[in-house]
């Protein structure tokens, strides 16, 4: 089986960072890799990375190359999701899921960039 | 990247109709598409995988089809909760990529 869950919502200002985590349980965390999507609002989703848990391997699309770092704390079964240089552009839900094609999602993360 | 043109942007139907959606790959692939229905607030729900593997829990009015690089998602009788928005996603190779939704509206 397998449950991902997500912290709270996020403010940041702009030129600011914030991070998201995702906590997994019900599974072996190093057996399937954690990607990350988001949705801006009335937006489709966007693919974003993606992290293998087992080595720390990481996979970007090429727009969040630099600023987007993908991160995982195996002892704990948490996957993060850091991104710096916020725009406006950025307010979205993040959602973590487990493995490609995958039926198990996050609730998703409210980021919302504001001054 | 291997682009996703979905189809139609937006179809309005009614309850007991049948509809198809679909989605074109820019580059032909192994049937490694999955579909989702989201509704607002809610994360994506995996309907198909493979391309036409039904998820656990789907009903059977839900179908997927095709491969290399067009594929389909069918809805043979529309029930009312099936309005929501529908995506393509395909998990072939990096990056990664969902077409851009069909909403799907009651008449």
């Known amino acids: 089986q397998g449950q991902l869950v997500q912290s709270g919502a996020e403010v940041g200002k702009p030129g600011a960072s914030v991070t998201v985590s995702c906590k997994v349980s019900?599974?072996?965390?190093?057996?399937?890799?954690i990607h990350w999507v988001r949705q801006a609002p009335g937006q489709g989703l966007e693919w974003m990375g993606c992290i293998d848990p087992n080595s720390g391997d990481t996979k970007y699309a090429e727009k969040f190359k630099g600023r987007v770092t993908l991160t995982r704390d195996t002892s704990i079964t948490t996957a993060y999701m850091a991104i710096s240089s916020l725009t406006s552009d950025d307010t979205a839900v993040y959602f973590c899921?487990?493995?490609?094609?995958?039926?198990?999602w996050g609730q998703g993360t409210l980021v919302i960039v504001s001054s | 990247d291997i682009q996703m043109t979905q189809s139609p942007s937006t179809l309005t139907a009614s309850v007991g109709d049948r509809v198809n959606i679909t989605c074109r790959a820019g580059?032909?692939?192994?049937?490694?598409l999955a579909w989702y229905q989201q509704k607002p607030g809610k994360a994506p729900k995996l309907l198909i995988y493979r391309a036409s593997n039904l998820d656990n829990g789907v009903p059977s009015r839900f179908g997927g089809s095709g491969s290399g690089t067009e594929f389909t998602l069918t809805i043979s009788a529309l029930q009312p909760d099936d309005f929501a928005t529908y995506y393509c996603?395909?998990?072939?190779?990096?990056?990664?990529?969902f077409g851009q939704g069909t909403k799907l509206e009651i008449k």
């Open positions: 019900g599974y072996t965390f190093s057996d399937f890799y």
């Open positions: 996603h395909q998990y072939h190779s990096y990056p990664y990529t």
């Open positions: 580059q032909s692939f192994d049937n490694w």
């Open positions: 899921a487990r493995g490609s094609g995958s039926r198990w």
